[in-house]
Every structure is written in C-alpha cells, then in structure tokens.
C-alpha cells in the first residue's frame, strides 16, 4: 500500500473514531513522546507512573494497543495482570474482611463431625450456638470433616455400643499350680461395664458344670440376649440346652478366631498380667481366694480407658481429704482413696 493510500485511510478512520477514543490515544502518543524525550543512553526507562497511564488508558479503551510503539501490547496486558494482583492482595491483607476462627472452635467443628456422622452443618451450628459459640453456618460448613455422598453410616464402635448391653461372653482359661497339675477358670463378662459377672474354678470342666455357673451368672430376668464363646469342647449339648432354655442365643466363634471374643480374651489377659503372673497357684481354693480379690479390685478399683477411664461399678470421684493408698493382692496393686 502506497503512503498516499495510507493517509487516506486514516483520514476516513478519523471520521468513525468517538472523540473520548482520539483523545486517548493522542494521550498516549504524547506520553510516549515524553518517554523518549527523557530516555536514557543505553535503555528505555518506564516510571511506575507511566505503567500505570498506559494500563488505566488500556482498561478505558483497549484499541489503543494499536498506537503503542515503545513497548509490546502483550508488555501492557502483563502490566494489567500484574496490577490486578496486587490489587487484590492489598485487599485481603491481614486485618481486612471477617475476623479469623479461633483454633479450639475449629477442632471443635471438626471434633463434632467426626463424632456425629448423621449431623450436618445445621445441627452442628445449632449446637455451637447453645455453647455461646456465635459464627455463620457457612463457617461451620467449611471447618467440617468432609465425608462421601453415601448416606452416613454409624461406626462399628457406636453399634456394638448400642447393643451391648444384651452382650455378654464366656471363657476358659488354664492356670498351672505348683505341684504342675492344671486348674480351669471360668469368665463371664458383660459388655456394657465390662464387669465380671461371674468367675468359677474346676478341675475338670463339663457342659453340666458350665451350664450351672451360666444359671448362677444369670438369676431371674437378667439373662442376657446373645452370649459369645469359643468352640472348646466343654461347651457341650447340655451348655447349650441350658442357655436355650434361658431365652439366650448361642454365638460360638469362628475356629481359630480368638479375636471374635475379644473382650474375654482381654479379660483373660488382664488377669494373667495383674496377679497370676505374679502368685504361685498352690490348689483350686487358693486359687478361688486370689480370683475373688482380683474380681473385687477389677470391678471395684480398676479403671478401663473404655468406660472413660471408669471402674465398672462406678467409681466415685473424692476431691476433698487426705490421700491413702490401701493394698490389695498382697500389695500387687493399692486402691487410693482420700480420708
């Protein structure tokens, strides 16, 4: 195209263009004038001002990419990008906008959506709000654990728990005595408190025998619906003839599976690292003598981590008083009350 034909075309552009838009780029042919006018030897030096002209005269009238000769455009829209960014961190600088959460309010959050799986954030607002706590729904929405689209299910903790009370389980267990005959303990262990409802001592352990200590465990009305054992071969017809009768339903473990009747088997356990492991067993009466102190300490004193660091026949807290340690099992263990 000729330089006449290019004159021409810019004198009819001219005729088209609003007056705002001329003044603008005549604006921005006068700053780069400027620029140059005051350039440096070696290299273009641009004022944080000047980047700021051509930006803001860019945000009002983008076209006048087109009449930028000392830089690129793309120069111009980085400058815009840049300016955007740092708008907007001064805008969220610290102490601007709404007040941070306290770090207890939001493990709290936290806390009551992991221990509640059918609450959402409603009921969990609400009940931050009967606590004092004031802050928007929105807030407890973001702060709580986030879960799968299934619907919510209860833990295997919260149903055992809310079956436990009609749960109880039964055991043996061997103890060697000092003239290397072998004697038989019997466990029967509710699960609600974890209390040991009934010990027993033989030598020689039968079905009619274990039936008759599952009637003694169980007077009256207070059987429970299912009691958990092992296949031991003890545990015979007339065992399961007896509990039949009682309205219990047998629940024999899987072979092999000691873990199924875990809470007898930690029972068991207990009483071995307690007291057996340290009494030398001399007949089935001292053996019974030492159970019977260990069933008292165990449902009396002993605290468990699962009843909340409880003993199983509610222990009372005692605040007030000097503080005594009275011996028990032979000072095995103490029971520390204040007088």
Known sequence: MFEWQKQVAYALSLRFKSRARLEAENLV???QVNILIRKLPKRLQLTNSDRLLLVWLYRLFPSILSAIRIVRPETVIRWHCRGFQAYWRWKSRPGVGRPPIDGDIRELIRQMSMANSLWGAPRIHGELLML???????TVAKYMVSRSRRP?????????RNHATGIASIDLFVVPTAFFNLLYGL??????????????????????????????????????????RDRDGAF????????RAMGIRDRP??????????????LIGSIRRD??????????????????????????????????????????????????????????HHHYVRV
Do not use: M
Request: charged share 20%; hydrophobic share 40%; with cysteine.
């Open 152 to 160: 919510p299910s209860q833990s295997w903790k919260t149903f055992l």
């Open 29 to 31: 042919l006068r700053q």
């Open 236 to 243: 015979g017809p007339a065992y399961i003839r007896r509990v």
């Open 187 to 228: 466990v029967i262990l509710g699960h609600e408190r974890r209390r040991l409802i009934r010990f027993a001592v033989t030598a020689h352990p039968t079905a009619e025998w274990i039936a008759r200590q599952v009637t003694e465990a169980f007077p009256w009305d207070e059987a429970p619906r299912y009691l958990i």
């Open 253 to 266: 473990t899987a072979p092999r599976s000691p873990w199924q009747n875990g809470h007898a088997e930690r």
């Open 132 to 138: 004092g706590i004031e802050l928007a729904q929105s």
């Open 275 to 332: 007291c057996l492991d340290h009494v030398i067993v001399f007949g089935e009466a001292h053996l019974r003598r030492v159970l019977t102190a260990y069933a008292s300490y165990y449902n009396q004193v002993r605290t468990h981590l699962s009843l909340d660091k409880d003993a199983p026949d509610f222990r009372q807290a005692q605040p007030v008083g000097a503080i005594v340690a009275l011996p028990l099992l032979g000072g095995l």
